[in-house]
């Protein structure tokens, strides 16, 4: 393994280095899924996880649609998505969504959403039914599913997958070891279940980890091993970066030469595909992994 420089420190909020840096977000691409977002009064991913691609993606006219509300049962300590008591869901979500995918014009879409462990079928029938609504209205359209743990309620998860998705993405988000500080609600064994099962089901599957939070190269490649071993066909692998002073600080800047090295050993290790440089998040580019 070769020798690389990282960039050490306790907080993001410093001086990031130069491979962090993205542009504002411009042009009438992005100003036209900006309207339609706002039109039809939906959640997206890329605003609520404060994404550093949002500016590329909106311009290049894509969007991660987050479904099921903007308020998360969890308590990551990573993640931007405000916590709370969520409201009532929308039951007709599901037809915006299409809508607004449709209007986008996308070839491929993607779709998240918040964890909702207080909803005994943990949001399952909307999920369907809004990725069946996506394939009624605009059926040239290829789908990417981002779901939450379902806690192993797999009746739910057989639900949530049934509608007719090529992809199903669920992330693992971090090493084992960093399981308690990083994701204190969520188990490793039972996320690497959830892949298998979603595997067994005949979905391609994908799955995605952050990296400077104090976690080793030794622990991310047994994340690889895992992953494979439980039948994951797509990893995507990214910088950490805190959204507010509140969420865990940023263990060490990774540098993009280390990148490089996780993806060659990724694919080595068996995956189709391996998506890994300082700016990824799941969905970024999230079309090449059909």
Partial sequence: MIELP??????????????????????????????????????????????????????????????????????????????????????DEPRRVAEAIQLMGVKHAVITSVNRDELKDRGAEIWYQTVRSVKELAPQVTIETLIPDVKANWEALTRMISGGQEVVSHNMETVEALYRKVRPQAKYQRSLDQIKITKEFGKRTKSGIMVGLGETAEQVYKVMDDLVAHGCDVLTIGQYLQPTKMHL?????????????????????????????????SSYHAERHL
């Fill in 6 to 91: 990282i960039v050490e420190g306790k907080s993001e909020r410093r001086r990031k280095p130069d491979w962090l840096r993205v542009k504002l977000p411009i042009g009438p691409e992005y100003k036209k899924v900006r309207k339609l977002v706002d039109e039809y009064k939906l959640h997206t991913i890329c605003q609520s996880g404060n994404c550093p691609n949002m500016g590329e993606c909106w311009g290049a006219g894509t969007a991660t649609f987050m479904i099921l509300g903007n308020t998360c049962t969890r308590s990551c300590s990573f993640c931007a998505v405000k916590t709370g008591r969520p409201p009532e869901y929308d039951e």
């Fill in 249 to 281: 600080a940023v263990d060490e800047f990774v540098h993009p030469d280390v990148f490089a090295e996780y993806k060659e050993v990724g694919l080595s290790k068996g995956f189709a595909f391996v998506e890994s440089s300082p700016l990824v998040r």
